[in-house]
C-alpha cells in the first residue's frame, strides 16, 4: 500500500510538471516573438522618445527657456546599453521678450562674510538664465578680493567687478560707483537703451522679475516680500497703477520701498545727471531708511506716474538676509579653501 501510495503521488507530481514546463515553454516563446517584433518595428517609435530632445532648436540668446520633463514609462528603448525603468523627454517652451533689447544693468553691492560666496553663486547661476543682462559687482574692500574675481570669471556673464572701502554697512559708496560706470558707459556711448535695478546679492528673484523691469519705461515700482518690517512690502496696484502702499515701518515716507522695489529707466538718470543714491542735493548723506524714496523724490517721481510691475499680490524678490552658521567647527585647512 505505501509503494502504490508513492507511485500515485509521483505520478501527480510528473504531470504538474509537464503542464508546468507547457506553460513556461508557451510564456517563453510568446516573450521572443514580441522581442522580435519590438527589435523589427520599435525603433523608430523609441526614437521619438529620445530623453532630452537634443534634436529640437535651441531658444535664442535673447529668450528664456522652461524646460518641463515628462516621466514616461520604458517601452523597451534602452540608449547606451543601460538599464531604464524611465526615461524623461523634455518641452522646450521659448518665453518671448518684447524689449530684448533692453540692457539690465543688475548693481550688487557685497561684503566679505562666511556666506558671502554662497550668496553670490546662487545669484550668479540665477543671473545666468536671463538675456540681455549686466552684472555689475562692487566689492567694499579696499581691493578686489580673489574668492569674487574667480567667481565672476566662472560665471557666464558679461559681469562688471569694482570695489570702494565703505565706512558703513548701507552700501551707499557701492551704488554710487555702480550708477556711476553705467552713466560714464552710457555717456561714452552716446546713449543707452537699458534699465538700472539695485539687486543685494542674498536676496532671491523670480525670472518674471527680469522681464517685468525690463519694460520699465521711467520709473516701475515692485513688491517685495519680508521688507519693511512686514510680510510684502510695496504698492497694492489695480490696473497698472498704485492705489495705496503697504509697510510696518515709516509711514512718512513718501515711497515705502526696499531698495529692490523698483527699477529705473537710463533716460531718467541721463534727464537727472547729479542724482545719487543715497546722496541729498547738497551731497550730504541721506537719513537711514530713507534712501530709496529720497532717490524717486530728487528723480521727480511722482506716486501717480509710478509704473506697477506686481499684480496685487504677486511676489517676484524677496529681501531674504542669510543667517550665518552656528556652531561651526574650525578647520586646519580652513585657510587654503574658498568656502
Same mark, same amino acid.
Given at each position: ?6 507511485? &500515485?503521488?509521483?505520478? /501527480? ?19 521572443? @516573438? ?19 530632445a537634443m534634436s529640437q532648436p535651441q531658444p535664442q540668446s535673447t529668450t528664456l527657456s522652461t524646460v518641463v520633463l515628462e516621466q514616461t514609462e520604458s517601452t523597451g528603448f534602452n540608449p547606451g546599453n543601460y538599464t531604464l525603468d524611465f526615461y524623461f523627454t523634455a518641452t522646450v517652451r521659448p518665453l518671448q521678450s ?22 553670490? /553663486?546662487?545669484?550668479?547661476? *540665477? ?44 552700501? @551707499? ?72 502702499? &503697504? ?74 538676509? *542669510? ?17
Amino acid at each position: 500500500l505505501i509503494v502504490l501510495s508513492c507511485a &500515485r503521488m509521483m505520478r /501527480t507530481y510528473f504531470y504538474t510538471f509537464l503542464a508546468l514546463s507547457a506553460s513556461n515553454a508557451i510564456t517563453l516563446a510568446v516573450m521572443f @516573438i514580441y522581442c522580435l517584433h519590438r527589435s523589427q518595428h520599435g525603433n523608430e517609435e523609441s526614437l521619438k522618445h529620445e530623453h532630452f530632445a537634443m534634436s529640437q532648436p535651441q531658444p535664442q540668446s535673447t529668450t528664456l527657456s522652461t524646460v518641463v520633463l515628462e516621466q514616461t514609462e520604458s517601452t523597451g528603448f534602452n540608449p547606451g546599453n543601460y538599464t531604464l525603468d524611465f526615461y524623461f523627454t523634455a518641452t522646450v517652451r521659448p518665453l518671448q521678450s518684447a524689449h530684448a533689447s533692453t540692457t539690465i544693468y543688475f548693481i550688487t553691492p557685497t561684503y566679505s562674510r562666511i556666506t558671502q560666496k554662497a550668496d553670490l /553663486t546662487c545669484l550668479c547661476q *540665477t543671473l545666468m538664465l536671463v538675456p540681455t543682462l549686466v552684472w555689475i559687482v562692487v566689492e567694499d574692500s579696499p581691493s578686489k578680493t580673489p574668492m569674487v574675481t574667480h567667481l565672476l570669471e566662472r560665471c557666464n556673464l558679461t559681469s562688471v567687478h569694482m570695489n570702494v572701502e565703505s565706512p558703513d554697512v548701507l552700501a @551707499i559708496e557701492q551704488r554710487y560707483l555702480g550708477l556711476k560706470w553705467v552713466r560714464d558707459t552710457c555717456r561714452s556711448n552716446n546713449g543707452c537703451n537699458g534699465v538700472v535695478y539695485f539687486g543685494d546679492d542674498d536676496n532671491k528673484y523670480d525670472l518674471r522679475l527680469f522681464e517685468a523691469i525690463r519694460a520699465t519705461q521711467w520709473v516701475s515700482v515692485m513688491n517685495v516680500a519680508f521688507a519693511g518690517a512686514v510680510c510684502v512690502e510695496g504698492p497694492y496696484c489695480v490696473n497698472g497703477k498704485a492705489k495705496k502702499w &503697504r509697510t510696518g515701518w515709516d509711514r512718512r515716507r513718501k515711497f515705502p520701498l526696499d531698495m529692490a522695489g523698483f527699477a529705473v529707466n537710463i533716460k531718467v538718470l541721463e534727464k537727472y545727471p547729479n542724482v545719487w543714491v543715497g546722496k541729498n542735493a547738497d551731497n550730504s548723506s541721506v537719513k537711514i531708511g530713507y534712501m530709496e524714496t529720497t532717490f524717486l523724490e530728487m528723480l521727480g517721481v511722482t506716486k501717480q506716474s509710478v509704473e506697477c510691475r506686481s499684480h496685487q499680490e504677486e511676489i517676484l524678490v524677496w529681501h531674504i538676509r *542669510t543667517n550665518k552658521p552656528k556652531n561651526l567647527t574650525p578647520n586646519a585647512l580652513i585657510s587654503s579653501l574658498e568656502i
